[in-house]
């Protein structure tokens, strides 16, 4: 994953609430899954090897973070689960056919959670972030971040 797609997802998380940081989650993983087809592409076994750990990675916080107070929450950890063992049969097999599959029944499930946090109106999880704000500055086409430096972070005397 470039550093450009880090620093994007890294502020998308701050401005994050419970479902979108969900959300966010499933890309950051998507991202992970396009590394190994990319790695995969070019015979690098090094490569493939990280980018499953990071992937596998993604999918383990997913198990770690469940409340199983909801009922959904042990199907979801089995099928976290299965696609942890996907992932594995990616290295073992040196097939990429376990990931499409993988791939395409995650989309559902992101889909699913997307449609679900178009209802959760709760306020970002982290305080006190920056504020970022987007808006044409230079030209017709060129978009620039700039960040709301009036915010006050950390501790407050």
């Not at 992937?55 to 042990?74: C, G, N, R």
């Not at 960040?147 to 005397?157: K, M, T």
């Amino acid at each position: 994953m470039t550093n450009e797609r880090i620093q994007e997802f890294t502020r998308r998380i701050t401005q994050a609430n419970r479902s979108g940081l969900t959300l966010i989650k499933f890309e950051i993983l998507f991202a992970y899954f396009d590394d190994i087809c990319k790695a995969f592409e070019k015979h690098d076994r090094e490569g493939i090897s990280k980018a499953v750990h990071l992937a596998d990675e993604v999918l383990k916080s997913f198990q770690e973070t469940l409340d199983f107070s909801y009922e959904i929450s042990p199907r979801l950890y089995a099928l976290y689960d299965f696609h942890r063992r996907q992932l594995s049969k990616v290295l073992i097999r040196d097939s990429l056919d376990d990931l499409q599959q993988s791939r395409k029944m995650l989309q559902k499930t992101y889909e699913a959670f997307a449609e679900a946090a178009k209802q959760d109106t709760s306020a970002p999880l982290m305080r006190n972030a920056q504020q970022v704000y987007a808006g044409y500055t230079y030209g017709r086409n060129d978009i620039n971040e700039s960040y709301d430096v009036q915010s006050s972070r950390g501790f407050l005397a």
